[in-house]
């Protein structure tokens, strides 16, 4: 079985944007009730019936299982894990800040410290940071082999997990703590008006085309490039007249109707999640 996201149309995508990113970024929960939200859907939707949010000290070689989810007797909320019996010792390792591993055994796991001490058949996982500095890993794991290979798709969804994880941590603004899960609830987390209006903006796709472009590049000098992605009659007036001055009033775009220069606005950091998952599973922008 592999993730929905691998075969969803374009609709159907969005529509799972919209239900992950709503749970996900709501400002009243806390981040341990949604880490519970995050991992009880969607270890079901990879396969693997556990998954976790770490703590990995570098200098003491320890990794802290700070959050916990799944049946697995090995993996317990608050145990601290020597770093050198564990698979995350190889993803913060990767250059990618990523690994998986489909069926550890065909992959020559065995005899691993990792694999002895806990017997996983099957893992992704990917780096959380905070403050620009390693803070842990957040994975899926399950004790059997995947029986369908984990996807390209699957692994660039458990980053985005990742980097919405070291979104929530670095809004924490009290002291630092490692026993605990650092709340996200600040000022600067989306409202759920706020989440309403990012889906309507979204809804459209030729302002979603300029928002793609921007990811690339954050300024582009003109915006006649994004006229020939558009197939409507009227395309050049509604982008000019309705979808650029719609992204400029949401904060996500500045436009200079003078200079035809575009660039990121100042609350483009808030749909830019939203933004790098629909390029990587929708494949909307042309090439």
């Known amino acids: 079985m592999v993730h929905r996201i691998c075969h969803s149309t374009r609709?159907?995508?969005?529509?799972y944007v919209d239900h992950l990113w709503s749970n996900l970024l709501q400002p009243d929960v806390d981040m341990a009730q949604k880490l519970e939200t995050?991992?009880?859907e969607e270890s079901d939707e990879l396969d693997l019936e556990c998954g976790f949010l770490s703590r990995i000290d570098t200098d003491e070689a320890t990794q802290y299982l700070q959050f916990v989810h799944g049946p697995h007797e090995a993996l317990e909320t608050g145990r601290t894990i020597p770093l050198s019996e564990t698979y995350c010792r190889r993803t913060i390792a990767d250059p990618s800040g990523?690994?998986?591993?489909?069926?550890?055994?065909?992959?020559?796991?065995?005899?691993?410290p990792a694999y002895e001490a806990f017997d996983l058949g099957s893992y992704v996982g990917t780096t959380v940071t905070a403050d620009d500095e390693l803070y842990g890993t957040l994975c899926f794991a399950n004790t059997a082999p995947r029986t369908d290979p984990i996807r390209e798709e699957e692994v660039q969804l458990v980053e985005m997990f990742g980097r919405w994880a070291s979104f929530e941590l670095n809004q924490w603004t009290g002291p630092?703590?490692?026993?605990?899960?650092?709340?996200?609830?600040?000022?600067?987390?989306?409202?759920?008006?706020?989440?309403?209006?990012t889906m309507d903006v979204l809804g459209e796709r030729?302002?979603?085309?300029l928002l793609l472009a921007l990811l690339e590049n954050p300024v582009v000098d003109r915006v006649e490039f994004v006229?020939?992605?558009?197939?409507?009659?009227?395309?050049?007036?509604?982008?000019?007249?309705?979808?650029?001055?719609?992204?400029t009033e949401a904060g996500y775009?500045?436009?200079?109707?003078?200079?035809?220069?575009?660039?990121?606005?100042?609350?483009?950091?808030?749909?830019?999640p939203l933004v790098r998952l629909l390029r990587e599973y929708t494949q909307e922008f042309p090439d």
């Open 176 to 197: 630092p703590t490692r026993d605990t899960v650092r709340s996200s609830v600040d000022d600067g987390a989306l409202s759920p008006s706020r989440m309403d209006s």
């Open 227 to 247: 006229e020939r992605y558009v197939d409507a009659k009227n395309a050049r007036a509604q982008l000019y007249h309705n979808h650029l001055p719609k992204l």
């Open 253 to 272: 775009v500045e436009w200079n109707p003078d200079t035809g220069e575009l660039s990121r606005g100042p609350s483009f950091d808030d749909v830019e």
């Open 11 to 15: 609709n159907e995508t969005l529509a």
């Open 98 to 112: 990523t690994m998986a591993v489909s069926d550890a055994l065909a992959e020559g796991w065995r005899g691993d």
């Open 206 to 209: 030729d302002r979603r085309l």
């Open 38 to 40: 995050l991992f009880a």
